[in-house]
């Protein structure tokens, strides 16, 4: 929440005649003074005072953190000082409980808010200079204000600018917020950073209001070839640098044995001790309850009190969390009562995230002197939490999980929806590439009423420059419209790559700037998927209308034919200047920051871990399939090849008067009633998502709509029926599938439960004699499986007999 000192706009009206007036209203035209625009006062010779005496180091920090950050961008030299200079320009530090200087008194408005981590913002003119007071509550409000400060200054070559509407007084809206960055082989950059990275990064996010830091000192996984140091030192590290800032430190330590072991159990916490032991500072340590890890609430409970009795030798003060991430209801409920009944004094409070029961369920049954966390997925785009609405299969297939992935429209709407219900937030994030997302929750978190593209504009003023923040903001702005709707038909992706190219030409000194190539890889990246995937769909195509011809031609020629045309895609590179653009912007981006984009080149953890260089030539149409349906089909016999190659032919234009959906396919899905929009449903609770499966480590041969699926699909709607013809729907998918049509259960007379395996559904006359079919299907409880196995919709056809 914040406060401005507002400008009100004066209209000023002649005194003329009723009559006159109407005739000016007619014509458009009335004068009034337009308010006036605010005016920036550049500042070239400044200084830094402190308090006096010992300063905290949240003061230290500010200071420092405001000096460096201003001379990187400015060149200026400011010295720090608790003296007052006797000349030139002044940032003044101080909390509000230090005396005020009696021949500088300070203005009253606006007035600080008295909330810890507060802090007001005031200029004053003393003779011929400018002061700038940064007056916070506490000394994270010193902190927080000089971030403000360094988020809103105009930069150039030499000074600081400052805009007359400067004054502000502002509070957090949430008391946490904060990011996980763990040193681990399974993150796709923080693993390859120095200690001096981790904290330009950390001081980075405290610049836009972020007071919280998460590592993970115990994780079980192979050591990755990036590391500069070994885990516990950088850890220890880390716990170092949120000391020097005055920011929580918090640890995350999943226990993926059976608690039951008493021997593993022991040597857990003798890990514990350790990490307490070495950390400088440890505010909260949060225990996942699965996802991974796989104990029981009866066995977790004991554990975390154990836990806390180490903790509190080293960190007296500090607590325990717990999340109920893969907990099933009854689990859920035994942890709710526990709480309740026992009020656990190192209970912090719980954690609420991917995998968990809906955080308005774990907020009623937590009692009020216990927080709720949430711990919001800010780093995948499917396969989680929040996944892209109907992303692109030209998109899922290449970019994949963990790609560069500004969301900052989705992300706030999800923020405002679950904000009520948390005390704060400790993001899930595995890598650099979801850096807008984080700053979005994190202003959010401070500011609930900022927009989006307030938000962007900061984001862009302070980690590019001044001049570029109005074409930066829209330009990220763009990218995340790129991954909204048909790829095919989404012409501002082309667009968006050009505005991009333009900007790399007019600011070429971002050349070398990490978050500058991030997002000129990803608008290169999302062209280049587009036209890669609508040439290759043609070439499907050509194909096709091969495999047509194969009674005329032979089934032999016609297979030669086809495989030939699709074999272009491989000789044929559509676009070697994007395609050589996104290798050399993966090149800079692992030299800049440590971005592994590649398993084979850059030593990612793996392909699923934002692995993007490695898909670059991924086929976007079923080469893979058809190739592999051509080698099986040549051992047919001859009348049966013609059949197979048919149905290959056909498999998505099922003749005159039939139907043919991709379910999850948001180009190849007309029939498909989407449900509310993310707009308002951002959870998309109230209806399904596509989802992608994940096969052979992302390089599956299958046919993509075999891998592309609805859980169950809102319905699929078929007006201008024949009411007097034959219908049959078909299905595939995997697991069962309980199909009505226009509201009645209807039998099935084939029922493959494979992947890629046939469902047949006959359609009663008498259901259409309305000329409308409406497909639905009832829901299957299936909680006691993995999703994985859990049944799902692929494909739906309507063929007209």
Known sequence: MQ?????????????????????????????????????????????????????SNAENAASVMLAEEIK???????????????????????????????????????????????????????????????????????????????????????????????????????????????????????????????????????????????????????????????????????????????????????????????????????????????????????????????????????????????????????????????????????????????????????????????????????????????????????????????????????????????????????????????????????????????????????????????????????????????????????????????AITNGSIQSTLVFWQQMEEKYRSLTTNWRWQMYLLRANYDAYARKRGIYEAGLEEKANNILRDAATIGADEAMNKAQHILEEASANQIDTTLRNKIIFLCDELFHSIGLQTSVKKYKASGEERGAVLDFLDYPLNNRWWIEDRFAAIKKLPAIEQLAALKEIANWEHPGTGSYYDDIGNVSKSPHVVRGESWITDPLMRKSDNPSFDWWNDGFSRQRHSFMCNLRWPVALEYNGIDSNANYIVRVTGYGECFLKINGQRVAHTLYGKGIGEIKEFPVPVELIKNGRIYITFDDINEDNINWRQQSRVTEVWLIKK
């Open 72 to 486: 990187k961008r400015t060149g200026l030299q400011i010295s720090v000082s608790d003296n007052w200079p006797a000349a030139g320009n002044i940032i003044l530090l101080r909390q509000v409980s230090e005396p005020i200087r009696k021949e500088f008194p300070l203005q009253s408005e606006p007035a600080l808010i008295l909330k810890p981590e507060s802090f007001r913002i005031i200029d004053q003119q003393e003779g011929k200079r400018t002061i700038i007071v940064v007056e916070g509550y506490d000394a994270r409000g010193i902190l927080f204000g000089a971030g403000y400060l360094l988020r809103n200054f105009i930069y150039k070559a030499g000074a600081v600018g400052v805009e007359e509407n400067l004054p502000v007084s502002s509070s957090p809206d949430k008391a946490m917020r904060g990011h996980q960055l763990g040193y681990r082989n399974t993150a796709n950059s923080y693993d390859a950073w120095t200690t001096a990275q981790y904290e330009q990064y950390i001081r980075e996010l405290v610049i836009f209001g972020t007071n919280s830091i998460e590592s993970i000192p115990i994780f079980e996984e192979e050591k990755s070839p990036h590391f500069k140091m070994l885990p516990d030192e950088m850890n220890a590290n880390i716990s170092a640098i949120c000391n020097r800032y005055d920011l929580d430190y918090w640890i995350w330590v999943p226990a993926q044995f059976d608690l039951t072991d008493t021997v593993k159990r022991n040597h857990y916490l003798q890990r514990i001790d350790k990490i307490c032991r070495m950390s400088v500072r440890l505010n909260a340590i949060f225990f996942p309850g699965g996802d991974p890890g796989d104990n029981t609430p009866e066995t977790v409970l004991p554990l975390l009190k154990d836990m806390a009795e180490i903790l509190k030798k080293y960190h007296p003060k500090a607590t325990v969390w717990l999340s109920l991430q893969g907990y099933k209801p009854a689990q859920n409920q035994t942890v709710y009562h526990y709480v309740q009944e026992q009020k656990p004094v190192w209970l912090g409070g719980l954690v609420t995230g991917p995998s968990s029961p809906p955080v308005e369920e774990t907020r009623a049954a937590l009692p009020p002197e216990y927080k709720l966390r949430y711990y919001p997925d800010l780093t995948h785009n499917v396969r989680c939490d929040f996944p892209v609405p109907w992303w692109d299969p030209f998109f899922n297939f290449t970019l994949g999980r963990e790609s560069v992935n500004p969301r900052p429209m989705h992300y706030s709407a999800l923020y405002h929806f679950l904000s009520p219900y948390m005390d704060g937030f400790i993001s899930y994030s595995d890598g650099v590439h979801d850096d807008v997302n984080k700053i979005v929750w994190t202003r959010l978190s401070w500011d609930n009423d900022i927009s989006v593209r307030d938000i962007l504009l900061e984001y862009a003023n302070f980690f590019f420059s001044s001049p570029v923040k109005q074409d930066a903001a829209d330009g990220i702005l763009a990218l995340e419209a790129s991954w909204q709707g048909s």
């Open 3 to 55: 406060t401005k000192k507002s400008h009100t706009a004066v209209f000023a009206f002649e005194k003329v005649s009723t009559r006159f007036i109407k005739i000016l209203l007619i014509l458009g035209i009335i004068f009034f003074r337009m308010p006036s625009v605010a005016q920036t006062v550049y500042l070239q010779n400044l200084h830094i005072v402190t308090g006096s005496g010992r300063l």
